[in-house]
């Protein structure tokens, strides 16, 4: 974490350190990392490959900084692009002191989440199981959860919570907070995440295309923000971003007939992006065709995806 600037406190009994969130695709890492912070900054969706960056927020109190990275899911890839998420995945247990294993409780412990947990067990940090979703399951399927992951690994403790609800997100932040080791203040406490703003506003875009559309179209899309441009006297940002897609028809869909997909994406980012900024948007968008960029190791990290951005 050789990138990241500290700032010493001067109480020796201060803790900080890194929590990676790690598990297949929707087990909920975004979710809990939101509710943790207080606030929406990373997305959510039931698509997988929702989360493609590996996003570090930043939750600070009078005891401790911990610095949340959340990752893509790990799955079996199909693409360039699945790959390098799954790399991303991965790198994110270098260097960190915490690991906390994402588990549904209400979907069947599988294979994916035994070679998730076999990867995990390489490194060398303490290890929370952490049986998401609490509150779709009943307390027999939680209990199966538990047994099926104990057999694959030793956990330092673990925890079931929802983080719909907000069951037992303080005990699990009071289980982190044990296994951080004294350390100084690495970002200011009023900093809430390390992304560029940018990569804030492309995700906030691209999620909701991810809820308007199904099947091919989802993965198919990458956004890029060209501009943005504030007017303090008007107290208005004005935002350029290109949504890309691999194939004309794709394309179509995006726009829809007179343009009313693409209105619908427009009005309902800009309704999130001006409680993320502050102010009111003005959001021009944008759709083009880059044909087959998931196969593009060089697109996929100039979209800002994976370990080359």
Excluded at 42 to 48: D, E, G, Q, Y
Excluded at 57 to 65: F, K, P, R
Excluded at 150 to 169: C, K, M, N, P, Q
């Amino acid at each position: 974490m050789s990138e990241l600037s500290s700032a010493a406190t001067a109480d020796a009994s201060f803790k900080s350190g890194f929590l990676t969130l790690l598990g297949r695709p929707n087990a909920g890492k975004s979710s809990l990392l939101n509710t943790i912070m207080g606030k929406k900054l990373a997305i959510t969706t039931s698509t997988a490959q929702t989360t493609r960056h590996r996003f570090r927020a930043v939750y600070t109190t009078d005891d401790y900084q911990l610095v949340i990275v959340d990752t893509p899911g790990v799955h079996k890839p199909h693409d360039a692009l699945g790959e390098e998420l799954n790399t991303t995945a991965l790198k994110s247990l270098e260097g960190i002191d915490v690991a906390a294993f994402l588990l549904d409780a209400h979907e069947a412990f599988g294979t994916g989440d035994e070679w998730v947990i076999n990867e995990l067990s390489k490194y060398k940090v303490k290890k929370i199981l952490v049986i998401s979703k609490a509150d779709l399951a009943n307390e027999e399927q939680i209990n199966q959860q538990i047994s099926a992951a104990r057999e694959f690994a030793e956990w330092d403790d673990v925890v079931v919570l929802s983080s719909h609800t907000g069951y037992h997100i303080d005990e699990f932040l009071e289980s982190v907070s044990r296994c951080l080791p004294v350390g100084p203040l690495w970002f200011p406490r009023d900093m809430e995440t390390d992304q560029p703003i940018e990569v804030l506003v492309a995700e906030f875009i691209r999620e909701k295309v991810l809820l308007n559309f199904y099947d091919e179209v989802p993965h198919a899309v990458g956004v890029v923000v060209e501009e943005m441009d504030y007017n303090r006297r008007k107290n208005i940002e004005r935002i350029y971003a290109n949504i890309y897609v691999e194939r004309s028809s794709q394309k179509g869909m995006l726009i829809g007939k007179g343009g009313a997909a693409i209105k619908k994406i427009g009005s309902e980012a800009r309704n999130d992006l001006e409680t993320l900024l502050g102010c009111r948007v003005f959001l021009d968008l944008q759709v083009k065709v880059r044909k087959n960029w998931r196969r593009d190791l060089n697109q996929i990290r100039r979209f800002g995806y994976g370990e080359g951005a």
